[in-house]
Structure formats: C-alpha cells, structure tokens
DNA sequence: GAACCGGACGGCACTGAGTTCCCCGACCAC
DNA sequence: GTGGTCGGGGAACTCAGTGCCGTCCGGTTC
C-alpha cells in the first residue's frame, strides 16, 4: 500500500533496539526512545499502536503477503503444500535480516509481555492458514477441524525449525531447518506423496509391515515406496 | 495448594462479570469492579495480577493440575493418549461452568485484548503438553519437531471441538465433540492402534491400497486392520 | 504576491492499569 | 500491656495510550 516508507519509522526502530538491547525492554520507556530518535511522542504512537509493536515491525506486512498469496488462486496444488509454502514467506521475513531477527527472538524469549504480543501475530497467521485450508476442505467429513489441526501442525512445524535457526545465531541454514520440518508435516498429513500421481506406474502398492511397528515408519515407508514409484 | 478459598476472590471475579456483561469489559474500570465488590482497589490487585485474569480465574489452576498430570508416570501409556487425556483436564474445567464459559467465551470474542491472553493461557498448555512428549521421545529422529507438532495439532483438535460447544451455548455434549476431534489427531499420530500388541495374532499386516488413495484412508484402514487383529 | 488548505508533526493534558510505600486494625504470643 | 505479623485499605507515583489542538510546510488558487 505504501510505497515509500517513512524514514522515521525507520528512525524509531533503530532508537528502539539501540535501547533495548542495552538496558532492556520493560526499563525503556516510550519517552526515552522517542528523546533518542528526536521526534515527539506523539508520533511513536502514530506509527506502531503499541510499544510492543516496534519489535515487530514487518510483521503486518508478512501477514498482508501471507493473506494475499492464499487468496489468489493455488489451487490447482495440494492444499498442504500450498499452506507449506505460505509459512516459507514468513521464514524469508526473518532470513532477510538474520541479525535482526536473532537479537528480537532474544527479546522475546526474555520478555513475557513480547512473548505474549508475538503468540498473538503467530495466531493470525495460523487463522490465515485454517481459512485457507476450511475453503479447500468445504464439504469434506471434518473439514474445519482437519484445517485447523493442519493450519496448527504447519505453525508448530515452521517455529520448531525458525526456533532452531534462531538459537544457533542464524549460522545454520534456516530454510534447510524449516524444509526439514515442514516436510515432516507435508509427510503427515498429504494424501498422496507426489505432486502429479504418474500414469504409467503401477496402480498398487502392497505394504508389509511387522505388527507393532510405529506408525511413523509405516507411513515413512509407504512415502518412500510412493516416491520409488513416481521417480 | 490452596485449601480453602478466599470468598473475596469470588466476590471480585462475580462483580467483574457482572460489570462485564452489562458495560462490557474495556468500559469498565477496575475502580468499576472494587467499587461494586466493596474492597479496596489494591485487593484486586493482591488476587489478580492483571485485569485481564479475573477474566481466567481457574486456569492457574488447571495449568498445575495438567503439569501435575504428566509428571506423575504415565509412562506406560502411549504418549499421544496421554496427551489427549490431559487436555480433557481442560474440557472437564469448562464443563464445570457451562454458563461461566459461554459468557466467558463471549467475550473473549469481542474483546481483542483478551483474546491474546487467552492465546497466552493456551501456549502454556501447548507447551506443558509439548515437553511432556518431548521426554517420551527423546533419542528419537525429529523427536522434538514431532512434539511440538502433535502437541499442537491436539491443542487444535480441542480448541475446535470445545469452540464448537461453546458456540451451540454448552447444548451440545461437549465430551463427544472433543473425544471426535481428539480420535481424529490419534488416528493421525498414534503408532498402532490397541493399548497393548497381542502375543498370539498374526505378526505381520498387508495393506493394498490403490495409488494415490488419500493418505488418511490408508491410515484408517490400518487403524482398522490393526483393530480386528487385536479384538 | 496573499489567502487557502491538507497532511505531517509536536505539545499537552487526560484516563486507566499496575506498583510502591505506608497505614491501620485484628489477632496471637508472651 | 508490648511486640509481632498478617490481611486489607489507601494515597501517590509511573507509564502506556488517547484526544485535542496548535504549528509548520508544501502546493494550490485567485
């Protein structure tokens, strides 16, 4: 919507992290971040809502991509994929600024109140997915509690391997991490390994298992015989 | 832990709602709520440590009850079961007070505010049941991401099915619509089916499925399968 | 040029949540 | 009695967030 973005909201971001970081969140107070960058109080709270708002500041932004690339079309592809490769924008969000993103993720793992404020962001992305997914899933047996279960495990999946990338200081490969996971959901829940079931394979698939064996091999095993075929 | 209950504690969280119901609960003040209770304001704050959780009297509560829960054994039990068992703990709490939970759930509707520190309740949950799953499958592959998503995706799972009472106003049977989705995450996560594999059935189970059949109907006729084996 | 106007910014005063400090009265021990 | 402390009350304070109004600045219109 914007297109050119102010300096100043810039300007009281920068103010923001120098001040937190050095002596805490709770410790610095609006007053002291708007006397830092120079401007007047006022102001703050015309560019963010909240004080918590300025430790997220792209947040709204992601989340507006995230809506819009759900809403046009996608769907000629499977639903896990495509709600997969909605969580991988907000991924690219924190790769884009790896420095950025750790020193917030240390913020919010002190701070209970960002803590709190940043649930409440990761709840409107998962309300974005599950809508997604309820309109795919119209009309199916239990079509809104199999989104919101998938919207959830994408959620869940996606932070465990964002969380994982954080803690190792964004040395690692973030969107190997997030693949990883997510490939583990994708796994989970799609019906059907393949992106376009070939036609000149077998039309059967015969799986023999010991009784006992834990389910997530069985159904590990049945992707891999399914990818065998489709190669 | 504590035995008896002070009445004041009640009376305030009575006055709140009454005031709540009538005013709504941004219009109303915590001199408001003290004022008709008859205490003075620093009480409140003695019981309550914010506004926001006279809105949540029992969760701190249902929240020990539920770590308590894991802690104590329950090792010899599949874990996503236990897991599942353990958010009934917090269906059975609402359950309790149908009436107190539709208001409840009312409000925390309308009010974003509260909505984000419901969110934050149900994150400690989450993460009691995620920790607990955690210590279940520690040295497994992917042991941790496999927690936090079944921790997850049965969090979903009740969130849908109690949301879904509380929408019909506490009509419906509320045990019927979590036990639904909670069977439905069981049937996705859980390796094999029956508490304990009999000795004396056949040790080995051939499915044939036709390609491209949906990954939950090759689930459930394992599940199924594994069923009949074991009756 | 002057008058006009709309948007960005600042200053101030106000509400209300949450905290700090201190008070009081009750109840108990000695 | 004195000395505790424990549950509660209350004044005063900090700070986030809001409303109102003033100012300044760039561009228009006559």
Redesign the pocket.
């Known amino acids: 919507m914007t297109v050119a973005k ?3 909201r810039d300007a009281l971001v920068a103010a923001a992290f120098r001040l937190f970081l050095e002596r805490g969140y ?7 971040i ?1 006397t830092l ?17 300025v430790v997220f500041p792209d947040h709204e932004r992601c989340l507006a991509d995230m809506t819009e690339f759900l809403a046009r079309g996608g769907d000629e592809h499977d639903p896990v994929t495509r709600v997969c490769d909605a969580a991988r924008l907000v991924l690219r969000m924190y790769a884009e600024n790896p420095t950025f993103s750790v020193q917030r993720y240390r913020l919010t793992k002190k701070v209970p109140g960002l803590r709190t404020y940043e649930l409440s962001v990761v709840w409107r992305y998962e309300r974005a997915l599950a809508e997604y997914l309820r309109r795919r899933f119209a009309g199916r047996p239990d079509g809104t509690l199999r989104a919101d279960v998938i919207a959830a495990a994408v959620v869940a999946a996606h932070n465990n391997g964002l969380r994982s990338w954080l803690r190792s200081d964004g040395e690692s490969d973030a969107s190997a991490e997030v693949d990883h996971a997510l490939a583990h959901v994708q796994r989970t829940f799609t019906p059907g390994a393949g992106p376009e079931p070939a036609q000149d394979v077998e039309d059967v698939v015969v799986l023999v298992s010991r009784r006992g064996a834990p389910m997530w091999r069985v159904v590990q095993e049945i992707e891999a015989t399914l990818d065998r075929r489709t190669d």
């Open positions: 102010p300096p100043m709770e410790q610095t107070t609006v007053d002291d708007v960058a120079g401007v007047g109080r006022r102001s703050f709270f015309r560019y963010f809502p909240s004080k918590e708002d």
